[in-house]
Antibody, heavy 118, light 112 residues
Framework: HLQESGPGLVRPSETLSLSCTVS??????????WGWIRQPPAKGLEWVGA???????FSAPSLKSRVTMGVDTSKNQFSLRLTSVTAADTAIYFC????????????WGQGTLVTVPS | QSALTQPASVSGSPGQSITISCTGT?????????VSWYQQQPGSAPKVVIY???DRPSGVSNRFSGAKSGNMASLTISGLLPEDEAVYYC????????????FGGGTKLTVL
């Protein structure tokens, strides 16, 4: 089970910060990456990035300059920070478990809506 | 504009089979056997139905099958059921240039 948490409203130019708490799974597994995917309202999916338990991270090239991810294995949590947000960053943000080979998504959180007003 | 191209909609009657296509390039679908497919019901998170082109996770019906030829992947659903009505997304891994996970724009399946 994965559960996102964080503010539902972020002002333009500020930083979006989300956490994902994992239960029933260990962040220490070497088989997985822990990822973020977003979905603007009524639109398709966009991969944001993923991080391993060792802190090795990858981000979508289009977002790389604004994305920071972290992992706290003691709390079984991982996090996303997205800086300098605009209305275009308004989306449902899903945290997810991604499997190492090919990074397919084997488990999803329920998602949390983050709105950046224009 | 999505990186992978899917038809916007497909439809079929209960019991029939449908196929959803997903077109990429030599840099993604054409180079890796890392295509996955996700089903999203309204108001819910997506759920994987196919990974690694044609593998099914446990618990997914064998009515779902996947294939790939060149730069195109496909998802076939046989014996359509009303509960198959959903939006389906294809996805492909790529590391050509920079690592990325690409998605198609989604295909709305209507079961008539």
């Amino acid at each position: 089970h994965l559960q996102e948490s964080g503010p539902g409203l972020v002002r333009p130019s500020e930083t979006l910060s989300l956490s994902c708490t994992v239960s029933g799974d260990s962040l220490n597994s070497p088989s997985y990456f822990w990822g973020w995917i977003r979905q603007p309202p009524a639109k398709g999916l966009e991969w944001v990035g993923a991080i391993s338990h060792t802190g090795n991270s990858f981000s979508a090239p289009s977002l790389k300059s604004r994305v920071t991810m972290g992992v706290d294995t003691s709390k079984n949590q991982f996090s996303l920070r997205l800086t300098s947000v605009t209305a275009a960053d308004t989306a449902i943000y899903f945290c997810a478990r991604q499997v190492g080979a090919g990074l397919w998504i084997s488990r999803w959180g329920q998602g949390t809506l983050v709105t950046v007003p224009s | 504009q999505s990186a992978l191209t899917q038809p916007a909609s497909v439809s079929g009657s209960p019991g029939q089979s449908i196929t959803i296509s997903c077109t990429g390039t030599n840099n993604d679908i054409g180079s890796y056997n890392y295509v996955s497919w996700y089903q999203q019901q309204p108001g819910s998170a997506p759920k994987v139905v196919i990974y690694h082109v044609s593998d099914r996770p446990s618990g997914v019906s064998n009515r779902f099958s996947g294939a790939k030829s060149g730069n195109m992947a496909s998802l076939t659903i046989s014996g359509l059921l009303p509960e198959d009505e959903a939006v389906y997304y294809c996805s492909s891994y790529t590391s050509a240039g920079a690592l990325d996970v690409l998605f198609g724009g989604g295909t709305k399946l209507t079961v008539l």
